[in-house]
């Protein structure tokens, strides 16, 4: 084993053992174990469960896989090794910096579905088929958050994915929830999540649409919590022009809150590492940043995501 390997190795040793260790006092299954530490190892790691998710991220243009991390294969051998997951067991995904809404873009069709728990409630994942797996563990703690002020409220969920916020919203208590995404394929996985922990019917509904267009028009239904967690950016074919979250996300907050009800809150989430809140137009009793109380441990100091609390 060269230095380089080896520099790996110790590292992930290192961390798997320390969140492996915190995620088993939770009694947790998935986490993140390593997120490009070293530079020559611009990988992110994360295990789910019995399966570990590595994303591999580009260093150089024109250069073939093998060209550009030399090491990979060494590395998935100790993964292997450390985690006592057999390599037919880890899935390997080349990220490439995305455009638009090729994140919603289908890549395979191994159809690779695993079912996984979280905080004792179970969300399926695809870890081959697509560039995300079904669930964003940066926000395993906010998604407790919103179960625990659920009870008895109406709860409207906007950019969606794969509804695992109204999942955690009907575990705790929500009277009914909205589930909002454009995109098909993961309005059908919400239902799918709903479902597998046993929520039904009519008080829960779904909705194909985008919610750049949905917000625009006339109130019906108030709700009590709302979730708004955009993509950074989409120039999407069921849009008009572009959106972008640091020129349009006051915009986007102001006409959210239209269908906040009075004393509602509003939670408010992006991954733009450059992003600064702008409030000079919107009304609200209160404005808060939580993004370090919803921050788990496996991801302090390796996360762009913001998250701002509103109340109307």
């Known amino acids: ?3 380089n390997t080896e520099m790996f190795k110790n590292r ?6 320390h969140f492996g260790k915190w995620a088993r006092k939770q009694n947790i299954d998935c986490f993140r174990i390593y997120d490009c530490d070293i530079p020559q190892f611009p990988f992110i790691i ?15 243009d024109n250069l073939t896989s093998e060209a550009q991390h030399p090491y990979l294969e060494a590395c998935i051998e100790i993964i292997a090794e450390i985690t006592e997951i057999s390599t037919t067991s880890i899935f390997i995904k080349n990220r490439i910096r995305q455009k638009g809404n090729v994140q919603y873009s289908k890549l395979d069709d191994r159809k690779s579905e695993f079912v996984i728990r979280e905080n004792n409630l179970d969300f399926i994942i695809n870890l081959s088929d697509y560039v995300d797996t079904g669930i964003f563990m940066d926000h395993r703690q906010t998604r407790k958050m919103i179960q625990d002020i659920s009870e008895g409220k109406k ?3 906007l950019f969606a994915y794969t509804g695992s916020f109204t999942v955690y919203a009907a575990a705790g208590g929500a009277t009914e929830t909205m589930t909002i995404d454009m995109n098909k394929t993961y309005i059908d996985w919400s239902k799918r999540n709903m479902k597998l922990n046993g929520f039904s019917g009519q008080n829960h509904k779904y909705l194909v649409e985008n919610v750049l267009e949905w917000i625009k028009e006339p109130v019906e239904t108030k709700y009590d919590i709302i979730i708004l967690d955009p993509p950074t950016f989409s120039n999407s074919k069921k849009m008009f022009g572009t959106f972008e ?3 349009d996300h006051e915009w986007l907050i102001r006409q959210t809150m239209r269908h906040l009800e009075k004393g509602g809150q509003l939670y408010f989430s992006n991954n733009y590492k450059k992003f600064k809140l702008e409030t000079k137009t919107i009304e609200a009793t ?3 940043d939580i993004t370090g ?3 788990p441990p496996d991801y302090k100091d390796r996360i762009f995501r913001s998250c701002y609390l509103f109340e109307k």
């Open 245 to 247: 979250i640091q020129r």
């Open 293 to 295: 109380m919803t921050t």
């Open 1 to 3: 084993m060269d230095t």
């Open 286 to 288: 209160k404005i808060k």
């Open 155 to 157: 709860v409207l969920n």
């Open 12 to 17: 992930f040793v290192k961390m798997y053992k």
């Open 46 to 60: 994360d295990k789910y469960d019995k399966y570990i998710y590595v994303s591999v991220f580009e260093k150089k």
